[in-house]
C-alpha cells in the first residue's frame, strides 16, 4: 500500500535523521531500493522523474507495477511513490495516474507564478491526501533534462512557499544533480539555517545527495533536512557492477547472458547502496 509523505517526514523531523528518496528507473530500481528499505526496517520514497516515467510507459504503468511488487514483496514499512522535479502538467497527471505524493518545481517561475501554480496544487492534494513537494531556488546541474543553475533561496520566498500548506520544501542550497565537480564549494549552511528559522518545522528536502560528504550530510538533518534525494550513485554503482560481470566475461559462461543474470549483479549493487544510505541518513529501525 503506497502512502503519503507526510507522516514518515514528520517522523523524521522529530526524530533528527532523513528519510531518502532513491529515484526508480525500472522493476530492477525499483525492486532492490523495496528489498533494501524492508531488510532495513526503513520508510522510504521511490521517485520517479517525468522522463522515467515516460520511460517506464506512463505513470499509471509505474503506480500498478509499484502497488503489484509492494504485495508479492510483502513489504510492510511505509512507501511513497513520489513525482521527482515535475511540471505543473505532470503533476497533475501523477495526481490522477495514483501516486501518493508529487514535487512540483515552479523554481523557474517568478515567485508569484511559482506561488500560484503550487497552491492550485496544494488545494489538489489535500483533497486526495497526498504530499507535496516544493521547490525555491534551482538545484544545479542536470537530471533528465531539467537544468538549474543552482541559486541559493532567498528565505523569505521559502517562507512564502511554505505558508501555502505543502508537505516539504526543497531550497537551493549549493546542492547539484549528478556528479560534484572538484571546486564545488560546498553547502550554504547559513542559507539552511535562515530557511529552517523562518518555516519552523516544515520538512526540508536535499537533493543532489550523490557525492555531499557524509559530515555535511548529518549537519544538514541536524539543520532540519528530513528528505534527501539520491539518483546518480545508484546508476553509477549499477553500472559498475554490470561492467565488472561483462569484463570478466561471465555473460559467456553458460546463459549468463540471460538478462536476470546479467542484470543482478547491478540489482545487488542498489540494494547495498540504499542500504548504507538509510544507515547514514538515519532512517533504519524508523518504519
Excluded at 522493476?27 to 522510504?44: D, F, G, R, V, Y
Excluded at 503533476?91 to 500560484?116: R, T, W
Excluded at 531539467?146 to 505543502?166: H, M, N, T
Excluded at 545508484?234 to 559498475?240: D, V, Y
Aim: glycine share 12%; aromatic share 6%.
Amino acid at each position: 500500500m503506497l502512502v503519503s509523505a507526510k507522516e514518515m517526514l514528520e517522523k523524521a523531523v522529530a526524530g533528527h535523521y532523513a528519510v531518502g528518496q532513491f529515484n526508480i528507473n525500472n522493476l530492477e530500481w525499483t525492486k532492490a531500493s523495496l528489498q533494501a528499505a524492508q531488510e532495513c526496517n526503513s520508510p522510504i520514497i521511490l521517485g520517479v522523474s517525468e522522463g522515467a516515467g515516460k520511460y517506464m510507459c506512463g505513470y499509471k504503468t509505474v503506480t500498478e507495477m509499484v502497488k503489484a511488487m509492494i504485495e508479492a514483496m510483502e513489504i510492510t514499512v511505509p512507501v511513497a511513490l513520489h513525482l521527482d522535479h515535475g511540471s505543473y502538467e505532470g503533476s497533475l497527471k501523477c495526481i490522477e495516474a495514483g501516486f501518493s505524493s508529487i514535487m512540483f518545481d515552479g523554481s523557474h517561475y517568478p515567485i508569484d507564478e511559482n506561488v500560484e501554480k503550487t497552491k492550485e496544487l496544494v488545494a489538489l492534494c489535500n483533497e486526495k491526501g497526498l504530499s507535496i513537494e516544493a521547490e525555491v531556488g534551482s538545484i544545479g546541474g542536470e537530471e533528465d533534462g531539467v537544468v538549474g543553475k543552482g541559486e541559493v533561496a532567498d528565505p523569505q520566498e521559502c517562507k512564502r512557499i511554505a505558508d501555502l500548506g505543502i508537505t516539504m520544501l526543497a531550497a537551493g542550497i549549493g546542492n547539484i544533480h549528478g556528479k560534484y565537480p572538484s571546486n564545488w564549494e560546498g553547502l550554504s549552511f547559513e542559507t539552511l539555517d535562515a530557511i529552517q528559522q523562518l518555516t519552523g518545522n516544515m520538512p526540508l528536502v536535499l537533493h543532489g545527495g550523490t557525492g555531499i560528504p557524509d559530515e555535511m550530510i548529518k549537519k544538514a538533518i541536524d539543520l532540519g533536512v528530513a528528505k534527501i534525494n539520491v539518483n546518480t550513485e545508484c546508476q553509477l554503482t549499477f553500472a559498475a557492477a554490470t561492467r565488472k560481470y561483462i569484463e570478466e566475461g561471465k555473460d559467456l559462461e553458460g546463459k549468463g547472458y540471460d538478462p536476470r543474470k546479467l542484470l543482478l549483479p547491478g540489482t545487488k549493487a542498489i540494494v547495498e547502496t540504499v542500504k548504507e544510505k538509510m544507515e547514514l541518513f538515519g532512517s533504519v529501525n524508523k518504519a
